[in-house]
C-alpha cells in the first residue's frame, strides 16, 4: 500500500533549526514531485516547498524562502525539509505530499498521495 510518514517534529525555541523526513512506501518517488505543506491551526493547509524528482526544479513560499530547503534522496525514498531561523508563525502541523508536478503544488492542495502530518512548535 502506498503511503507517506512524516518525522522529526517537536519543540523548539525561535532562531533554532529542524529537519522533516518524509519516506515513502509502494510506487511513490518513483517519479512526479514531492511537496511540503503546514496547517496552522484554525487556517486551511497552505504550500511551503516543492521539488521534483527528476528535474532540479524547487519552489518555496514566500514566507520560507532562504530558511527552508527541500531536499530527496530517491534512493531511501526519503524527502527532507531543512528548517532554519525558525519563527513562532511557523508553528503548524506540517504533512509533505506526492502528486505529478511540483510546480502543479503551489497552486492546489488535492493531491495524490498524503503523509499523516508532523507536529512543529516554535516557543521560548
Known amino acids: 500500500q502506498a503511503q507517506l510518514v512524516e518525522s522529526g517534529g517537536g519543540l523548539v525555541q525561535p532562531g533554532d533549526s529542524l529537519t522533516l523526513s518524509c519516506t515513502a512506501t509502494?510506487?511513490?518517488?518513483?517519479?512526479?514531485?514531492v511537496g511540503w505543506f503546514r496547517q496552522i491551526s484554525g487556517k486551511e493547509r497552505e504550500f511551503v516547498a516543492s521539488k521534483a524528482w527528476l528535474l532540479p526544479d524547487t519552489y518555496y513560499a514566500d514566507a520560507v524562502k532562504g530558511r527552508f530547503f527541500i531536499s530527496g534522496d530517491k534512493a531511501k525514498k526519503t524527502a527532507y525539509l531543512q528548517m532554519n531561523d525558525l519563527r513562532p508563525e511557523d508553528t503548524a502541523v506540517y504533512y509533505c505530499?506526492?502528486?505529478?508536478?511540483?510546480?502543479?503544488?503551489?497552486?492546489?492542495?488535492?493531491?495524490?498521495?498524503w503523509g499523516q502530518g508532523t507536529q512543529v512548535t516554535v516557543s521560548s
Open positions: 509502494g510506487r511513490i518517488f518513483n517519479s512526479g514531485a
Open positions: 505530499a506526492a502528486d505529478l508536478s511540483a510546480a502543479g503544488m503551489t497552486v492546489t492542495t488535492t493531491l495524490q498521495h
